[in-house]
């Protein structure tokens, strides 16, 4: 089967690092995005990986190693306004996404 | 640019009638849109996924009788809610994709519009 496994929820600190994981399993694989999701709203696209290394866009990075089913989404400098969900959606040979529930991250001042 | 609307943001309904929900592709010709529908503190869910001129392709348990997918046009797709009911009130949020040919960049990008909150009575 497909799956996706992230943490339900994280907690960080105002202008600390956080990383999320993001672990899958897809049937054929065509690359991995990220999408934030605030509350009440639509998910935004922020990155995607097709390649094994490290993606950089300004304070989000994003990291895939395609043998081990494994990305994370790093933010540096957390802001308040990245209080969100964070949605890790591998593409499989369908070229279709699989969600999963997402990672609901708390900023605290 | 990739910007998707959608229109109406919030409706609310009595049992038994149809809504419809557009999707448009405001600065860029989308080659596929898609319908997800999300309740509160679950996952995204596809209902399906419309290619302008042909059917839409529809996820399993999903009716495609009564959540009628119409894609007119490259920068339009709509999703008519035929007889809601008090259980079909959830978040309705479409995408569209847009193929990106860049060096590094994504292949095919969904962009998704604002959402529209149904609420039946």
């Known amino acids: 089967g497909q799956n996706i496994d992230q943490p339900t929820e994280m907690t960080a600190t105002e202008g600390a690092i956080v990383q999320i994981n993001c672990t899958y399993q897809?049937?054929?694989?065509?690359?991995l995005f990220w999408y934030q999701q605030h509350a009440g709203e639509a998910p935004t696209f922020l990155s995607y990986?097709?390649l094994d290394g490290l993606e950089e866009k300004g304070r989000f990075s994003s990291f895939l190693s395609r043998s081990k089913g494994y990305s994370y989404l790093l933010l540096k400098e957390l802001q308040m306004k990245d209080s969100a969900s964070y949605l890790c959606?591998?593409?499989?040979?369908?070229?279709?996404?699989?969600w999963g529930a997402g990672t609901k991250l708390i900023i605290k001042p | 640019g990739a910007v998707v609307s959608q229109h109406p943001s919030w409706v609310i309904c009595k049992s038994g009638t149809s809504v419809k929900i557009e999707c448009r592709s405001l600065?860029?010709?989308?080659?596929?849109m898609f319908w997800y529908r999300q309740f509160p503190k679950q996952s995204l869910m596809l209902m399906a996924t419309?290619?302008?001129?042909?059917?839409?392709?529809?996820e399993q348990g999903v009716e495609k009788d009564k959540f009628l997918i119409n894609h007119a046009s490259l920068t339009l797709s709509t999703l008519t809610v035929t007889s809601a009911h008090p259980e079909d009130s959830s978040f309705y949020i479409c995408?569209?994709?847009?193929?990106?040919?860049?060096?590094?960049?994504?292949?095919?990008?969904?962009?998704f519009g604002p959402g529209t909150r149904l609420l039946v009575l």
């Open positions: 995408s569209a994709s847009r193929e990106v040919r860049l060096a590094g960049g994504p292949g095919e990008t969904q962009y």
């Open positions: 600065d860029f010709q989308a080659t596929t």
């Open positions: 419309s290619n302008e001129g042909s059917k839409a392709t529809y």
């Open positions: 897809t049937s054929g694989f065509n690359g």
């Open positions: 990986n097709v």
């Open positions: 959606a591998p593409m499989d040979s369908n070229y279709q996404l699989i």
